[in-house]
């Protein structure tokens, strides 16, 4: 029974936040675990929801791995409850940021472009003499 008390109080503890920029992870323990990660959503390559099982489909939870770029990284967040919604979320929000950094990349590409091509030529405007009050 001690057994069952901690693990769900260790479920509830741990808290995973979606935000437009990145994924955190904060994983708390009773006693000495105490961890903080965090996933850019830019860095993130592949999404995969798994939901193996009766019991998993009924209750709507199941698991989500996350792909990184970098070199075979895996994070694996267990037992999302309403997984399908977290998948969707996270694939919503990485498309997202994909995009606005895909926007300033082109962004700084134009400005850098315009930099090293020849100034612009500026106009003169002819303006009417003014008049002054007698």
């Not at 193996?52 to 939870?61: I, R």
């Not at 895996?74 to 929000?93: D, E, G, M, Y």
């Not at 300033?104 to 405007?125: D, L, N, V, Y």
């Amino acid at each position: 029974m001690h057994r069952f008390f901690i693990t769900m109080l260790n479920y509830f503890v741990n808290i995973g936040i979606i935000t437009d920029i990145r994924i955190i992870d904060h994983q708390k323990t009773i006693f000495f675990k105490d961890s903080l990660d965090s996933i850019d959503m830019a860095q993130i390559q592949n999404i995969e929801k798994i939901e193996d099982g009766l019991l998993p489909s009924l209750l709507n939870y199941g698991d989500i791995k996350i792909f990184l770029t970098a070199s075979d990284a895996l994070k694996t967040f267990s037992q999302v409850p309403n997984a399908r919604f977290h998948f969707r979320c996270i694939n919503r929000q990485k498309e997202v940021r994909q995009t606005k950094l895909n926007r300033e990349a082109g962004f700084f590409h134009s400005r850098q472009s315009k930099s090293f091509s020849s100034p612009p030529s500026h106009s003169h405007i002819a303006s009417s003499p003014v008049e002054s009050a007698p």
